[in-house]
């Protein structure tokens, strides 16, 4: 019984991520859709890291707007990621300390 369980669960969690693969990828749309589509993955990301960067220190949500803007410029001009990353972190410790 468990077995089955576990089988209708992947069963349920898979179709609905597999399907669309498989109909998108045949489709033509238009430009501006496409344009759309592809701004997801960013409007997505944003939406997680944003109250991240609200509650880097919950009594004071200036840092880490701080930090933000300052991972937001260093990408700006085209940083290795990794580099943003410490940029914005290196800026979060110094305004606390």
Do not use: C, E
């Not at 960067?53 to 004071?60: A, F, G, N, T």
């Not at 707007?65 to 937001?72: E, F, I, Q």
């Amino acid at each position: 019984m468990i077995i089955a369980i576990i089988i209708g669960m992947a069963l349920v969690t898979m179709i609905p991520r597999v399907i669309p693969a498989f109909i998108v990828d045949k489709m033509q749309f238009r430009d501006w859709i496409n344009r759309w589509l592809n701004a997801i993955p960013f409007a997505a990301l944003g939406a997680l890291i944003f109250p991240g960067v609200l509650s880097v220190i919950p009594d004071q949500p200036l840092i880490g707007l701080l930090g933000g803007a300052v991972a937001v410029v260093l990408a700006y001009f085209g940083l290795n990621v990794i580099l943003v990353v410490i940029g914005a972190i290196l800026t979060v410790f110094l305004l606390t300390m």
